[in-house]
């Protein structure tokens, strides 16, 4: 199939899956009951006749079909709406969020990858060690213990107990644990691809030229690695996400996650709306850089 042909019919399927996940948040919300009007009325002294010109004022009077698509012509040339709690245009709160949840991102992928990928390596270096035994107990640690359990843990050990970290606002617990979580999706799939691959034919030549176990590992085992790492980058950022506003929101952030749920409390429908779209559409973009990779890596994918 012609490439350009590929990359059409891939950004089209985006483009629709975009649309989709931006159809059922939109349903989705509206399905809980009450609006932010609700949510203002119960926090203040509003009368009925208040409440009706406030929901009017907010186009909340208008049948679901006709809200969407103002809200969608508005969103396609990039205005979002404003907060109906802060009285803020939308993407100017996503933007003053935007960068704590893309420093948190990329600290615990940066921790993640180097644990994973240090210690998978160190386990096909040294495989009667019990290093293959910790890629098992870090695998599991990411399939078995959800992040914002162990966050909770964390915020009761270290700051309850043993009042080593403050609860609100520090970088650390949250770091390590999404690094664990991302260093244990990675480790074992890695590991089980360098131990396959440490039995091909050009790894048992370079053996028996002399190369040393590390230089086998750095220089021929890893490259051929790289798409198994690749290949998990849409499923770890899909987990990061998830981690992200979870722990933006247990040690107080102010990111997207900590935003996030603040518009969920207060039925801050805009807000919502935008912030699921921007996570969508970076699970998109990520899902379909890493396919582009993976087939530049890999001639075997190109078709």
């Not at 709690?85 to 940066?110: G, H, K, N, Q, Y």
């Not at 695998?139 to 009042?163: D, E, Q, R």
């Not at 247990?250 to 996650?257: C, V």
């Not at 603040?262 to 559409?281: E, M």
Request: proline share 5%; charged share 15%.
């Amino acid at each position: 199939m012609n490439v350009a042909l590929q990359a059409g019919l891939s950004l089209a399927r985006q483009a629709l899956l975009l649309a989709g996940i931006a159809i059922i948040v939109f349903l989705l919300i509206r399905v809980v009951p009450g609006d932010v009007v609700d949510s203002m009325a119960l926090e203040g002294s509003l009368d009925d006749e208040a409440i009706a010109a406030l929901r009017a004022e907010l186009g909340l009077d208008a049948d679901a079909l006709t809200q969407f698509r103002l809200w969608a012509m508005r969103a396609l040339t990039g205005d979002f709406g404003t907060s109906m709690r802060f009285d803020r245009p939308v993407a100017e709160l996503i933007l003053a969020s935007l960068p704590t949840t893309l420093a948190l991102a990329a600290m615990a992928l940066t921790a993640g990858l180097a644990l994973g990928v240090g210690l998978a390596s160190a386990a096909v270096l040294w495989p009667r060690s019990i290093l293959p035994t910790l890629v098992e107990g870090l695998n599991l640690w990411s399939i078995a213990l959800p992040t914002f359990c162990v966050g909770l843990a964390a915020i009761l050990v270290f700051s309850v107990w043993l009042g080593w970290l403050p609860v609100i606002g520090q970088w650390i617990s949250p770091v390590v644990i999404l690094g664990l979580d991302i260093g244990g999706q990675v480790a074992k799939p890695l590991f089980e691809d360098l131990k396959e691959t440490s039995t091909a034919a050009h790894i048992r030549t370079a053996r028996a030229k002399g190369l040393s176990p590390t230089r086998i590992v750095l220089r021929h085992l890893l490259p051929n690695a790289l798409t198994t790492v690749v290949a998990l980058g849409g499923l770890i950022l899909a987990g990061m996400i998830g981690g992200a506003l979870t722990m933006e929101v247990l040690f107080g952030l102010p990111g997207l996650g900590t935003l996030a749920f603040q518009a969920i409390s207060g039925r801050d429908y805009p807000v919502i709306q935008a912030v699921v779209l921007v996570f969508a559409a970076g699970v998109v973009v990520v899902n379909g850089l890493a396919d582009l990779i993976q087939r530049t890596l890999d001639p075997r994918l190109r078709g």
